[in-house]
């Protein structure tokens, strides 16, 4: 079936082909120039405890489930502060449909960052936007390489329109909204915050705050956040998560040192638990711990320098 369907791929119009099983549906995108990757649509799973234990943060839960009385849930804070996993953790129990997009820096075309969206929305909501998606892909022939500008009114009032029409309520994830920098699509989703259907929640997940409406929505209760400070280890989360992760129990006295040098950063947390784990004298190895170490230095240069 896919080898009779491939070769048609380059001289028709995008479209989907849809699977279904008894274990899962499988996805075919086919786009006429360039693919929609189908795992950018899939939750991330919930690591296992032999790889990173998950300590429970029903705080943070809580918050977030506040925040389906919200347009928009934020999770704003720097590189390893869990917020792709606090947000795995919460999308994983929470008893609504999701959808689920992770970005990347090539998202950054508003007809690819679209189209992902409305087939990230199919995922929960099977042919919703179908409209929408043909007025992105008619944009996409006629452009030839130049995408002209197009109006956000006139591709997303028909999905808000579908979207309006739903029995429950929903929530889209934008995962890594930080690599967006694309005024159009600011603009686009800008105007989808001022007409959204009461049903449909977003959830943004960046390391910057994004060129959005967040005072409007915040002045009108319609904006959850959380930020650094509330991502952060408290002492009990840190103490349930090294003792999780060694063999041999930490005494308060090390874990409270852990989580001053650290100052609750999950990362720098968990770069103390992998150094321990290989240590032959713990005492020594937490006494030394710091941020100038060059497990931290590695790990800012490669997720925090190297992106800028």
């Known amino acids: 079936m896919l080898e009779a369907i491939a070769p048609l791929s380059s001289k028709l119009a995008p479209f989907s082909v849809r699977y279904s099983g008894d274990q899962a549906r499988i996805d075919v995108l086919l786009i006429m120039v360039d ?9 991330p799973s919930l690591p296992s405890l032999r790889q990173s234990p998950l ?32 947000l795995s953790e919460w999308v994983h ?7 689920w997009l992770s970005l990347d820096e090539r998202d950054n075309d508003p007809i690819r ?31 030839e390489g130049s995408p002209e500008p197009i109006s956000p009114g ?50 943004i997940a960046t390391r910057v ?25 408290t002492d ?10 060694l063999t041999q129990p930490l005494t308060e006295a090390q874990i409270a040192t852990l989580q001053t040098q650290t100052e609750g950063w999950i990362a720098g947390l968990q ?10 004298n713990s005492a020594t190895l937490i006494e030394a711990f710091s941020g100038n170490q060059r497990s931290v230095l590695d790990y800012l240069v490669e997720e925090v320098l190297e992106p800028v």
Not at 120 to 137: D, F, K, V, W, Y
Not at 209 to 233: C, G, I, N, S, W
Not at 273 to 280: C, H, N, V
């Open 93 to 99: 129990q929470v008893k609504l449909p999701i959808s």
């Open 154 to 203: 006139a591709f997303l009032t028909p999905l808000i329109n579908e979207l309006a029409q739903l029995q429950t309520d929903f929530v889209l994830v934008l995962d890594d909204y930080h690599l967006i920098t694309t005024a159009a699509i600011h603009d686009a989703l800008t105007f989808l915050f001022e007409h959204l259907p009461f049903q449909m929640h977003l959830a």
């Open 209 to 233: 705050d994004p060129p959005l409406p967040l005072a409007k929505l915040r002045v009108r209760a319609q904006l959850t956040e959380l930020y650094a400070h509330d991502l952060r280890f």
């Open 271 to 280: 770069l103390a638990m992998l150094s321990l784990r290989e240590a032959a």
């Open 113 to 143: 960052f679209w189209m992902y969206c409305v087939t990230a929305l199919q995922q929960s909501h099977q042919n919703i936007g179908e409209a929408t998606l043909a007025m992105l892909r008619f944009a996409s022939r006629s452009s």
């Open 55 to 86: 300590v429970p943060r029903k705080r943070l839960l809580e918050k977030l489930n506040q925040g389906l009385a919200s347009k928009l849930i934020l999770i704003s804070a720097a590189a390893g502060f869990g917020k792709t996993t606090v």
């Open 35 to 43: 693919p929609l990757l189908i795992t950018k649509l899939y939750l």
């Open 236 to 245: 009990a989360e840190a103490t349930a998560f090294l003792n999780q992760s």
